[in-house]
């Protein structure tokens, strides 16, 4: 089970970080991504982290304003967004995949629920 929270209303240029739980699976032998979807949009990979070699990677749309990081003593992933822009706006959601990094949706096999994310002024 995945439960994301941490979403909300920001406005441009503001910061948010997104947080993840999970439980009912080895966290720390999974592949965790963030993954974004606005309305009439395919699902977009955000970001994904894999703690056993520090592999990250992130879409080219947020590099250098998203950070993704984990915490395997509380099972939790992270999500520190900062100068966000109206073309942020999504909802985002936690995944994880036990077979390999990547930013394709179709290759993980749990998801959480989502969190709305909304950049305005």
């Known amino acids: 089970q995945l439960v994301e929270s941490g979403g909300g209303l920001v406005q441009p240029g503001g910061s948010l970080r997104l947080s993840c739980v999970a439980s009912g699976f080895p966290f720390d032998r999974y592949v965790m991504a963030w993954f974004r979807q606005a309305p009439g949009k395919e699902r977009e990979g955000v970001a994904y982290?894999?703690?056993?070699?520090?592999?990250?990677d992130y879409a080219d749309s947020v590099k250098g304003r998203f950070a993704i990081s984990n915490d395997n003593s509380k099972n939790t992933v992270y999500l520190q967004m900062n100068s966000l822009k109206p073309e942020d706006t999504a909802r985002y959601y936690c995944a994880a995949n036990r077979y390999g990094t990547s930013l394709n949706h179709m290759t993980y096999d749990h998801w959480g629920q989502g969190t709305q994310v909304t950049v305005s002024s």
């Open positions: 982290i894999r703690d056993t070699d520090g592999a990250i």
